[in-house]
DNA sequence: TGTTAGCACTCATTCAACAAGAGTGCTAAC
DNA sequence: GTTAGCACTCTTGTTGAATGAGTGCTAACA
């Protein structure tokens, strides 16, 4: 058995309607809902076909039909190809959003908690987004300067500027001359290396012409090693948490706490993240409808990600968590404008 | 009518015994519950009075009593008076932690979220840690270094070593020199000064003496004044959040709600932390109780604080946050104790 | 005068029974 | 292939009674 074009649409309209109100749906509402002029008789057994094929559940015997998550997939795939063309009207919500990431275009964070909390509000979603990532992981800088007569402060760049500082205390004097050499030291040494290729031998020759100074090029090693493996914890910014108590399937006390400790521990989202980062998808946007999440704790949400890409290899992802019933239209399309704008806005830079 | 030795034991029977159960308790409970031998008549005579006195509440007609805030106040600021000798003795839970605070003294980011899972883990209740606040705000240290041919690396360091970076573009082409002597320049006259110090006459000064680079000079300024001046958005860390699930009291959709965005916000949390700062006290731990918190959304919860000290002004603040009915003798212990291990650690650096 | 036993009373909670209503599946007729 | 009709199922909401915890009050007692 197949799906025909009606039971497509009776489909299309169980799902609409369902997305609105959150109820079981049922033959008669379907039968006026629609244009096909159908009685409720027969919905009901186009209905049956559609369960039988797995679209739609039924939640006990007398209620009528809810979507399946193979029934939201189809949905959704259809959406996505349907909806191609009138993805560049951006809404005056959008435009907001872009406004704001000009206006402070100098702290990321600052302007990544702005995003998250703007689409939160906007969505009635919750929201996450992830910090930029650095792929490569060059060391591209490093400085180290006397703060006073106890502390050096060690400053590394990384490629993709990401920044780190360290503080290091000392016990022996330094003078401006011995840290000027060890600057010109680890610098021609160090720059534009990855991690791996800072290597036991390297470091005994390191250390071999520091002379005096060994224990102080340990301690700096120690620095730009932390600050170049540091992709265990990226920073990821949440908001709208407390929206999932407007959706009553997701408001009971179990699932909403497990949910809230999800959001607050952030290193499942992690997951989600990394997930997101190598499933690469033409659009940059990705559906996760209930048990197709990778997230075990969110198997009774979607979850909607885009990835951006501010330049070659820095990437970021943007999630958006919600009931299985959310408003995956207005969702996609929100998140599909906001990332071209991101991937715009920061490529000119 | 006062409160003589007996209504008082009453009093700490009640509370015991609700701290325990969360249930009203009737008279027949606190008759066994106390070595008192009294009957429950007599019981309920002593508590008729302790009600009209405002130390309990009858939710309604036919159930036992529960505290009120009042009740619980005496309650704490007796236990605080009781308790005061044995408190050196810490807890295996707070050797842990200390344990931790050492091994990685590096990352204070890191630190403070543990710290916060740790003490949520602990107690089961909420729990949130401001990062040191510094008040001083002076100017320590100003670095410019040439990351690239187009970009200018700005570090600032604060007193209380509060580290900031900054980026900035540049167009015209800096050599090595150029940028030592703006390095001097800025050091030379900056150095040691408060944001307020930093006026129209000296920048303009500044400007004159850089010549060619004024427009970075600019640049450069500020982002000092954003340094100086981030006393808004002080971080504040929380954990456990989930656990006011575990208290039905505050377990409903409506409160739950509520309280999880004022976690996941952070500005109102923040009013707590200035209010905890600016309210000295001996003990440096603070209790509120009920409608006695700053924040309105946390009428029904209990707030513990304690703020720490890692040098002269240098200030944070750690809170729980959990149902009326906390284990207050529990959570004041152990924030006495964190509090005095946090003080000393890093006094001591 | 303080303490206690006893009793009537109140109120929240639980449970079963019941009615109402929504929706289905099936059959027979169109 | 479509539809009307009907019996049936199951959820939801309501009602009312039983239960039980706990009180306040009175009268007796030490």
Same mark, same amino acid.
């Given at each position: 058995?197949?799906?025909?074009?009606?039971?497509?649409?009776?489909?299309?309209?169980?799902?609409?309607?369902?997305?609105?109100?959150?109820?079981?749906?049922?033959?008669?509402?379907?039968?006026?809902?629609?244009?096909?002029?159908?009685?409720?008789?027969?919905?009901?057994?186009?209905?049956?076909?559609?369960?039988?094929?797995?679209?739609?559940?039924?939640?006990?015997?007398?209620?009528?039909?809810?979507?399946?998550?193979?029934?939201?997939?189809?949905?959704?795939?259809?959406?996505?190809?349907?909806?191609?063309?009138?993805?560049?009207?951006?809404?005056?919500?959008?435009?907001?959003?872009?406004?704001?990431?000009?206006?402070?275009?100098?702290?990321?964070?600052?302007?990544?908690?702005?995003?998250?909390?703007?689409?939160?509000?906007? !969505?009635?979603?919750?929201?996450?987004?992830?910090?930029?990532?650095?792929?490569?992981?060059?060391?591209?800088?490093?400085?180290?300067?006397?703060?006073?007569?106890?502390?050096?402060?060690?400053?590394?760049?990384?490629?993709?500027?990401?920044?780190?500082?360290?503080?290091?205390?000392?016990?022996?004097?330094?003078?401006?001359?011995?840290?000027?050499?060890?600057?010109?030291?680890?610098?021609?040494?160090?720059?534009?290396?990855?991690?791996?290729?800072?290597?036991?031998?390297?470091?005994?020759?390191?250390?071999?012409?520091?002379?005096?100074?060994?224990?102080?090029?340990?301690?700096?090693?120690?620095?730009?090693?932390?600050?170049?493996?540091?992709?265990?914890?990226?920073?990821?910014?949440?908001?709208?948490?407390?929206?999932?108590?407007?959706?009553?399937?997701?408001?009971?006390?179990?699932?909403?706490?497990?949910?809230? !400790?999800?959001?607050?521990?952030?290193?499942?989202?992690?997951?989600?993240?990394?997930?997101?980062?190598?499933?690469?998808?033409?659009?940059?946007?990705?559906?996760?409808?209930?048990?197709?999440?990778?997230?075990?704790?969110?198997?009774?949400?979607?979850?909607?990600?885009?990835?951006?890409?501010?330049?070659?290899?820095?990437?970021?992802?943007?999630?958006?968590?919600?009931?299985?019933?959310?408003?995956?239209?207005?969702?996609?399309?929100?998140?599909?404008?906001?990332?071209?704008?991101?991937?715009?806005?920061?490529?000119?830079?």
């Amino acid at each position: 058995m197949d799906l025909d074009e009606r039971k497509l649409k009776i489909l299309q309209a169980i799902i609409r309607n369902y997305l609105e109100t959150g109820e079981p749906v049922g033959s008669r509402t379907i039968s006026k809902y629609t244009d096909l002029n159908l009685s409720s008789a027969t919905i009901r057994n186009e209905m049956a076909d559609l369960e039988e094929l797995g679209y739609i559940i039924q939640p006990h015997t007398s209620a009528g039909r809810i979507p399946s998550d193979k029934g939201y997939r189809l949905y959704v795939d259809q959406m996505m190809l349907e909806k191609e063309e009138q993805l560049s009207q951006a809404t005056q919500e959008v435009k907001d959003m872009q406004k704001l990431l000009l206006e402070r275009e100098d702290k990321m964070e600052a302007i990544l908690k702005q995003v998250a909390k703007m689409l939160a509000v906007n !969505t009635n979603y919750a929201t996450m987004i992830s910090a930029p990532q650095v792929k490569g992981n060059r060391l591209k800088f490093l400085q180290i300067s006397k703060l006073d007569e106890t502390q050096l402060l060690v400053t590394v760049v990384i490629e993709g500027n990401v920044i780190k500082n360290h503080m290091i205390s000392v016990n022996e004097l330094l003078d401006d001359e011995a840290i000027w050499k060890l600057n010109l030291l680890l610098n021609t040494n160090l720059n534009g290396l990855r991690i791996e290729e800072i290597n036991l031998a390297m470091i005994a020759k390191l250390k071999q012409q520091a002379g005096v100074y060994e224990n102080i090029i340990t301690a700096i090693l120690d620095t730009i090693s932390e600050a170049l493996q540091n992709d265990d914890d990226i920073e990821i910014y949440t908001s709208g948490t407390n929206n999932i108590f407007k959706y009553p399937e997701l408001a009971d006390q179990q699932r909403a706490s497990e949910l809230i !400790t999800t959001f607050e521990e952030k290193q499942l989202l992690n997951e989600l993240v990394q997930e997101t980062l190598t499933e690469e998808n033409s659009t940059g946007i990705q559906v996760y409808i209930g048990n197709e999440t990778p997230i075990q704790t969110m198997k009774d949400c979607s979850v909607v990600t885009a990835t951006y890409e501010l330049e070659e290899g820095v990437k970021g992802t943007i999630g958006i968590i919600g009931p299985r019933r959310m408003d995956y239209d207005k969702v996609i399309s929100t998140l599909k404008t906001l990332k071209s704008q991101l991937d715009t806005l920061y490529k000119k830079d």
